[in-house]
């Protein structure tokens, strides 16, 4: 059996998806941005697929921005509400410790430039408070920054809440909703969001599309300087038929949300149970609160590589935590931001499912997991030091 379980990396592009994307290959092929009949009729598309997504986001299509995906759009975000903090006076900037590292990476430039970048702590369970954000605002805070759901280990932050205190006190709110749209209700008015970053790719759409939004009034830093596209904010052609499926691709999703939640969540839900059994295994997160298809754990005494590879080796596909990390041989900044040790951390296992997965499916997971743990502990040297009683277990 086949399983694909890495759904938080990337999703399947579905078939509504890609009949919405054909016709823009061959058909429709202009440039949005020529005066012939060819390019007003590519116009005419971007502009519908713009109008979709504001609808399900509850916007203005003049407050969409087109990019190439989840990652620049968080750049253009940080960075146009720091620039505007900076005109101000303001160079003080609130994130979290555990945000993706489009988001990290863009703070740490920033404070190169001589910004106060602020990053809060997430606890044990992987959640900041609105209070955590409304202590730490000051008078020369222009930013907070605080993703909607977190792309490791799937917890839901509180983001209405965060997003009103910022209101109150006059500061930007930007909220990466990468892992959330598709996924989660998203309302920018209800919500109090004032910039918002998603990603095709992540709810069935195809790579290469993403929507940066931003609320009438807030004055947009070029991150790509070129043509007036996208109103003279995101150089470059747009890229028509990855738009054309993300709006179709969403528009899916937010009909479906409900229902696919609820079919997602249970076979979550049967993960969640059946892995807890594995002797000293951790859920990181908690069981409420947390993204419809995330699963994630922590095995003491083995190497996350390694079950990933014996895990492919059967057939099933899934991720020990962001894959744009995955290279790397340090353990995920996630989990050691809810005080996982490093030598845990390393032994982590994030299955992320969609509604493309099936019941037996996760059975499957369930038969292949726990005989891989045992085998991995019984080759480690440190876990014959854990069970023998010359070193503690970190996990009881």
């Known amino acids: 059996m086949n399983v694909y379980a890495d759904n938080a990396a990337t999703t399947k592009t579905s078939k509504t998806a890609i009949a919405a994307m054909l016709p823009y290959f061959d058909e429709i092929y202009g440039n949005p941005s020529s005066l012939h009949t060819a390019g007003q009729r590519a116009a005419e598309a971007l502009e519908k697929a713009r109008e979709t997504i504001a609808g399900i986001l509850n916007c203005t299509p003049r407050e969409i921005t087109f990019t190439s995906g989840g990652s620049e759009a968080d750049n253009q975000a940080i960075v146009s509400a720091a620039k505007i903090g900076e005109r101000k006076g303001k160079k003080h900037i609130i994130s979290t410790a555990f945000e993706h590292h489009a988001v990290l990476h863009t703070l740490k430039a920033l404070q190169k430039q001589g910004f106060d970048i602020e990053l809060l702590p997430v606890g044990d369970k992987g959640f900041v408070t609105a209070q955590q954000v409304a202590d730490a605002i000051t008078d020369k805070t222009c930013l907070v920054s605080v993703m909607f759901a977190n792309n490791e280990i799937g917890t839901i932050q509180p983001i209405a809440e965060i997003g009103k205190i910022c209101r109150e006190k006059g500061v930007l709110f930007h909220t990466d909703a990468v892992q959330a749209a598709g996924h989660l209700h998203i309302d920018v008015q209800q919500q109090n969001i004032d910039m918002l970053s998603l990603s095709a790719h992540k709810f069935h759409g195809a790579k290469g599309a993403g929507v940066l939004y931003a609320r009438k009034g807030i004055a947009l830093t070029n991150i790509i300087e070129g043509g007036a596209q996208e109103r003279g904010k995101r150089a470059g052609t747009e890229n028509l038929p990855a738009i054309v499926a993300m709006a179709a691709a969403l528009k899916e999703a937010d009909d479906d949300l409900t229902k696919n939640s609820s079919y997602v969540s249970a076979m979550r839900d049967r993960l969640i149970e059946g892995l807890e059994k594995i002797p000293h295994s951790i859920l990181n997160g908690t069981k409420e609160n947390r993204l419809p298809g ?22 099933i596909s899934a991720s020990s935590g962001s894959a744009c990390t ?71």
């Open 294 to 315: 995330n699963v994630s754990f922590c095995f003491e005494g083995i190497e996350g590589e390694s079950l990933l590879l014996l895990l492919d080796s059967k057939g």
């Open 326 to 396: 995955s290279g790397s041989l340090d353990p995920s900044h996630v989990l050691l931001s809810i005080g996982r040790p490093h030598e845990v951390a390393h032994g982590s296992l994030r299955l992320s499912l969609s509604s493309y997965n099936t019941p037996e499916q996760i059975e499957y997971i369930l038969e292949e997991v726990p005989p891989i743990v045992s085998y991995l502990r019984e080759m480690s040297p440190l876990w014959l030091d854990k069970i023998s009683g010359k070193k503690e277990f970190f996990i009881k």
